[in-house]
């Protein structure tokens, strides 16, 4: 039995998603706001390191749950393995009202301009399909701006030359530096780097109704609990609700969109909080439910016209998988670094994102977050005893006395690196799962291995006794930095949808989170996809003239 | 009378010197959840190798045993089998090596074995279905998670861990402790 028809659903109240069904209900628009997971509380989880959203070796704290999701991942050699979302490899982000915004270390980058321009920086890349964004640093800028202020952001950019233009300033003050910070400075001016406090999504001081940040030390991985992190829970999705126009569904998980002979979108069958199947009749669709999720909703979207899928008639929907090659250094040090003040990423540089001889790319450097004990156990420097009375002595020594510097690698996107729909496996609800593929580009590697030399540089100026670097291998990428399965372009041909994160074949279908990334900046992703998240909103509002309006 | 868990819990956390006694009814009626009475013996000696105590408490006084047997009963389930091997396996490497079974060895040849298991090269019929090394790795997280997660998954009691790394525990929640600073 179908359901009372509405003017749009938004699959997914992640970053994107929350952001889009704030922009539609807002202008008027009846929206159904479908989510698989909850809403979450602190008290569910509180600081239990063992099930977070960072270390999960008892499982995720914000979800998916073990008992009734599954990907298949690529075990090489032509082998597929089934994995869980708490295991590694599933490549997990969240699954719950707000998704990874609930949870996350909330670094809240821009990308830059040349990261809109990669192809034209950088020129072709053998293996790799690298292009230019169909759209500009400049035309997504007043949207980086609505995000920033709608969902709050700390930070100054004063003291970073490499800034792209700012038009207007965060509407929060930036955090101070703790210790490692500190330490980190003084070593970076000395280097002749250009350090500044790391841009947050939470609040410095009392913001939308939210108060202050009291910097305790758990926060990447854990939900707030003064609720001083911003994510699209507390902000847009409760604007949303507020509207009277937006019903948001928890506990609903989209089987697939269903597209009419004609080539348009009706809706979108879920099975609902009791497992039941329902059918929601709409105008148009979002898919906002992460580079993988959306990837695998649009292949299982088969119709008469498209039977490989939705958007997908030139074989490019789950293609260009991303996520970030996390490459940096590790030092030790004979002075206490560690003062116990959160979330503890607060310096960062941007001297090498661009213009590194012979690379195509770099990353930001930042400092790491507070490193909880069980995490720590496991960073020891290449070929130290990793337990006996050796590793004991390493936690005493050093938990209160080492500085991470990491920075998230720009990828370089590959056309076999990608989200397909597993032809056997299923998820509790009979919907086949996400099969993930193919491997990062070498030139990841490299780059790494530049950047991570330029974080060790910088631990030893700070005075680290010893230093080590960590670089990723190749294998699959994807996981919480997840982007690209659904390349925004201009050409039908070489992409999913068109600068508006429209389909090219089908129009009342749209994409609004980390998918449309032509490529992922290199830095965390989030404060680009929510400015997505307006501009894909933005296009819809100013071309809605009723039911009609995208279907054509 | 029988014996109840938690007052058996209580004694092997006690356990003087190291000695772990057994329950009153015997080896055949555990007093886990998981584990047989010999396994608990085994994966407690084999933990207390892998975080022994020195000046601060080890995983026998921080009670790893009860983390990872809660856990093999609970979200740790899928484990179960790598465990009934790798317990056979250690023990097989043991007398290989020692011709006596881990637990009654010295603490030196204990490292020794263990050692042998995390190079992947232990002796034993067992480590054809799994390799040493994967199995090492399994109880030495398990052993890491059990020390230093929250005492509500069964470990780290009393935040022993905590304690040491000289980190407050549990942290006072809602209070800004670091106005201080800004
Ligand atoms: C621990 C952690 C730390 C992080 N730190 C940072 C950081 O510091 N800075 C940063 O920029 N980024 C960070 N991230 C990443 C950031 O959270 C993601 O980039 C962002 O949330 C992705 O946005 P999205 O809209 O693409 O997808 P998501 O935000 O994941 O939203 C997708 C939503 O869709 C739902 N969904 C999926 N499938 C279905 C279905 N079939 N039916 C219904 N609902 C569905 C999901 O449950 C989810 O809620 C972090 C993530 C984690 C987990
Ligand atoms: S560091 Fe601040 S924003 Fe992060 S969880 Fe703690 S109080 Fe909340």
């Known amino acids: ?552 | 009378m029988k014996y109840n868990r938690r007052r058996f819990v209580k004694t092997v956390a006690a356990g003087v010197g190291g000695a772990f006694l057994l329950p009153a009814r015997g080896a055949d009626a555990s007093v886990w959840r998981f584990f047989t009475n010999a396994d608990a013996r085994l994966v407690d000696a084999i933990t207390e190798q892998i975080i022994p105590a020195d000046q601060d408490p080890g995983a026998r006084d921080a009670g790893v045993i009860n983390f990872i047997d809660k856990q093999l009963a609970g979200r740790l389930r899928r484990h179960r089998q790598a465990y009934r091997d790798g317990l056979i396996g250690v023990d097989e490497t043991s007398r290989a090596m020692f011709g006596r079974e881990f637990v009654v060895l010295a603490p030196e040849q204990q490292t020794e074995v263990l050692k042998a298991l995390e190079s992947g090269k232990a002796k034993g019929e067992t480590w054809r279905k799994q390799s040493s090394a994967a199995f090492f790795r399994l109880i030495r997280d398990h052993t890491m998670a059990g020390f230093y997660g929250g005492p509500q998954h069964g470990g780290n009691r009393g935040y022993a861990s905590y304690k040491m790394l000289g980190l407050d525990y549990p942290q006072i929640i809602g209070q800004n402790r670091y106005r201080r600073r800004s």
């Open chain 1, 1 to 552: 039995m179908a359901l009372k028809p509405v003017n749009a659903v938004v699959v997914g109240a992640g970053a994107g998603g929350g952001v889009v069904a704030k922009e539609l209900s807002e202008a008027g628009l009846s929206v159904a706001l479908l989510e698989r997971g909850g809403w979450t509380t602190f008290e569910q989880h509180g600081h239990d390191e063992l099930i977070s959203q960072r270390v999960t070796i008892l499982g995720n704290a914000f979800g998916p749950d073990d008992e009734r999701h599954r990907r298949v991942v690529s075990a090489g050699a032509g082998k597929w393995r089934t994995v869980l979302p708490s295991e590694g490899g599933y490549g997990n982000n969240a699954a719950c009202v707000g998704s990874g915004t609930v949870s996350y270390g909330a670094m809240a980058w821009r990308f830059m301009e040349k990261d809109f321009r990669m192809r034209s920086t950088y020129g072709a890349v053998a293996g790799s399909t690298l292009e230019d964004w169909p759209i500009s640093y400049a035309e997504l800028e007043p949207f980086y701006e609505k995000a920033e202020w709608e969902i709050g952001v700390a930070g100054d950019m004063k003291a970073n030359p490499f800034s792209p233009p700012q038009r207007r300033p965060y509407p929060m003050p930036p955090f101070p530096l703790n210790r490692e910070g500190e330490m980190l400075q003084a070593a970076a001016k000395k280097l002749g780097f250009h350090p500044f406090p790391v841009p947050m999504l939470r609040n410095s001081v009392p913001y939308g109704g939210r108060p202050a940040c009291i910097k305790c030390r758990y926060c990447v991985g854990f939900a707030c609990e003064v609720n001083a992190k911003c994510g699209t829970h507390n902000t847009v999705i409760p604007t949303a609700i507020a509207t009277g126009n937006c019903d948001v569904r928890t506990h609903c998980v989209a089987k697939e969109v269903a597209v009419d002979d004609r080539g348009f979108a009706r809706g979108v069958s879920y099975f609902d909080a009791n497992d039941r199947e329902q059918f929601q009749p709409a105008d148009l669709v979002v898919a906002a439910a992460s580079a993988t999720e959306t990837a695998r909703l649009l292949l299982n979207s088969k119709s008469k016209l498209f039977p490989t899928g939705a958007g997908n008639r030139s074989d490019w929907v789950g293609r260009n998988l991303q996520g970030h090659a996390y490459a940096g250094a590790w030092g030790l040090f004979e002075q206490e670094t560690f003062d116990d003040v959160g979330a503890g990423a607060t310096i960062a540089i941007m001297d090498f994102n661009h213009g590194n001889p012979g690379l195509a790319g770099g990353a930001m450097l930042a400092n790491e977050f507070i490193r909880l004990p069980y995490l720590f156990s496991g960073r020891r420097p290449p070929g130290a005893p990793t337990w006996g009375k050796a590793h004991k002595d390493f936690q005493r020594q050093f938990y209160r006395r080492s500085i991470g510097v990491q920075g998230p690698v720009q990828e370089i996107p590959v056309f076999d690196a990608r989200v397909e729909v597993d032809p056997e496996v299923k998820d509790h609800w009979g919907i086949p799962v996400a099969r993930i593929s193919g491997s990062r580009h070498p030139h990841d590697i490299e780059i790494g291995r530049f950047t991570s030399s330029k974080a060790e540089l910088w631990l030893k100026e700070a005075g680290a006794i010893q230093t080590w670097t960590t670089v990723p291998g190749l294998g699959v990428s994807g996981g919480q930095h997840q982007a690209g399965t659904c390349r925004m372009g201009n050409d039908p041909k070489t992409s999913v949808t068109n600068k508006h994160g429209q389909l090219h074949d089908i129009p009342n279908i749209f994409v609004a989170d980390g998918s449309l990334h032509v490529t992922n900046g290199g830095f965390n992703p989030v404060l680009t996809i929510m400015a997505l998240g307006y501009w894909v909103g933005d296009y819809i509002r100013k071309n809605w003239k009723g039911p009609k309006s995208f279907r054509s």
